[in-house]
C-alpha cells in the first residue's frame, strides 16, 4: 500500500453543512431551531418512561403472530436448547432463531452490544458562531494565506493595534467550528493573538472567554474538545510564568471542568477512534494535561477547586519540604 493511499484511507471527511451554501453565499441561520442550539439537550432521544417503575400498573400490549414461539425455536420441554438449524430460512423476514453471540469470555458466549450512553452523545453544533457570521460580512481583519506548503493567517491589521475586548472572544467562538476556513482561521488566529498579547492583554479579557469556552465543550464533539483543551494549556501559560491568567480561570472552574469530568476516563482508542485522536494522545490523557497545566499556574486554591468537580484527579504538583 503505497503513502499517499494510506494516507487518503486515514484522512477525515470534510465537513460541510447545508445551510453554508456556496462560497458566494452567507450561511443561511434561519432554519435553526431553538432545539438545535450549540450543546443544548433538546435534539437527544428521549427514552420512554417505565410505568412500571413508579407504580402499581402493567403495561400490556398486544400480542402478534411473533410474539408466540414457532416450530424448532422452543426447548420441548428439556433444560438443553436444540441443535441450531445452519440452513438459510425460506423467508428470511420470518427468522426468530436466535443468533449466534458475537465474542466469548471464559467459556461463557456474550453478547457484544454498543451502549452509548446520553453523556457522551454528541450534542448539535450549529453554524451560527459569531465568527462565521463576522467573517462572512468582511468584519474581521483576516485572511488566508495560501502557502507553498501550509496555509497560514495574513493579518490586514497588526495585531497589537486590535481591541482584545471585541475580537479575541469573536475568535473563541469560532473554536467551534468543523468547517473550513472557519475553523482553521478561529484556531491560528486565537494562537497568535494570545502570542502577541501575552497575558497583560488576555487578562481583562478572561471573563469574556468562558462562555464560548463552555458553548464549545458542550458540543461533546471529540474534534472542537481536543481543540479547545490545547488552547487552554496555551492560555494558562501566555503570561510567561505570571500566573496571573490562570489564576483568574479558577472562580469559572464550574463552568469549564464538568464536561472534562465526563470524558477523563476516555483512556481506549482504538483504531475506530482516529479520528478523535491527534499525534497518537487520547483524549482522557489529554484532559490529565489540561488540569496538571490548570493546577500549576493556578495558585494555591486551584488543586481543591478542580478535585471537587473532579473527583478523580490527582495532584501533579511535587511539593519540596526542605
Known amino acids: 500500500m503505497s503513502a499517499s493511499y494510506s494516507d487518503i484511507k486515514m484522512r477525515q471527511k470534510v465537513v460541510t453543512h447545508t445551510e453554508t451554501g456556496s462560497c458566494f453565499d452567507a450561511t443561511n441561520t434561519s432554519g435553526i431551531t431553538v432545539k438545535e442550539r450549540p450543546g443544548g439537550h433538546g435534539a437527544l432521544p428521549v427514552k420512554p418512561v417505565d410505568a412500571q417503575a413508579f407504580s402499581f400498573d402493567r403495561v400490556t400490549e398486544k400480542r402478534t403472530p411473533s410474539n408466540f414461539l414457532r416450530r424448532g425455536t422452543g426447548t420441548g420441554g428439556t433444560i438443553a436448547s436444540p441443535p441450531h438449524d445452519e440452513t438459510a430460512p425460506e423467508f428470511p423476514d420470518e427468522d426468530v432463531t436466535p443468533k449466534k453471540a458475537a465474542s466469548t469470555a471464559g467459556g461463557r458466549q456474550t453478547k457484544c452490544r454498543k451502549i452509548e450512553f446520553s453523556a457522551f452523545v454528541e450534542r448539535p453544533n450549529p453554524p451560527n458562531t459569531d465568527f462565521r457570521r463576522f467573517y462572512e460580512r468582511g468584519d474581521l481583519p483576516v485572511q488566508i494565506d495560501h502557502g507553498g506548503v501550509l496555509n497560514r493567517i495574513a493579518w490586514k491589521v497588526e495585531i497589537d493595534r486590535l481591541d482584545f475586548h471585541h475580537y479575541l472572544p469573536i475568535f473563541f467562538d469560532g473554536l467551534r467550528e468543523v468547517e473550513e476556513p472557519f475553523a482553521f482561521l478561529a484556531e491560528r488566529g486565537v494562537y497568535e493573538m494570545m502570542q502577541v498579547g501575552s497575558g497583560s492583554r488576555v487578562l481583562p479579557v478572561i471573563p469574556q472567554l468562558i462562555i464560548p469556552i463552555k458553548t464549545a465543550l458542550n458540543t461533546r464533539n471529540r474534534a472542537v474538545i481536543v481543540k479547545v483543551l490545547k488552547v487552554l494549556q496555551a492560555l494558562v501559560k501566555c503570561d510567561e510564568g505570571k500566573n496571573k491568567v490562570g489564576q483568574a480561570l479558577v472562580p469559572y472552574y464550574r463552568q469549564i471542568l464538568p464536561v472534562l469530568n465526563i470524558f477523563i476516563r476516555q483512556n481506549n482508542s482504538s483504531g475506530g477512534e482516529m479520528a478523535h485522536r491527534q499525534n497518537n494522545?487520547?483524549?482522557?490523557?489529554?484532559?490529565?494535561?489540561?488540569?496538571?497545566?490548570?493546577?500549576?499556574?493556578?495558585?494555591s486554591h486551584s488543586f481543591i477547586n478542580i478535585k471537587y468537580l473532579v473527583p478523580v484527579y490527582e495532584s501533579s504538583v511535587v511539593f519540596n519540604n526542605k
Open 281 to 299: 494522545q487520547d483524549l482522557g490523557e489529554l484532559i490529565q494535561e489540561t488540569l496538571a497545566a490548570f493546577e500549576q499556574h493556578g495558585g
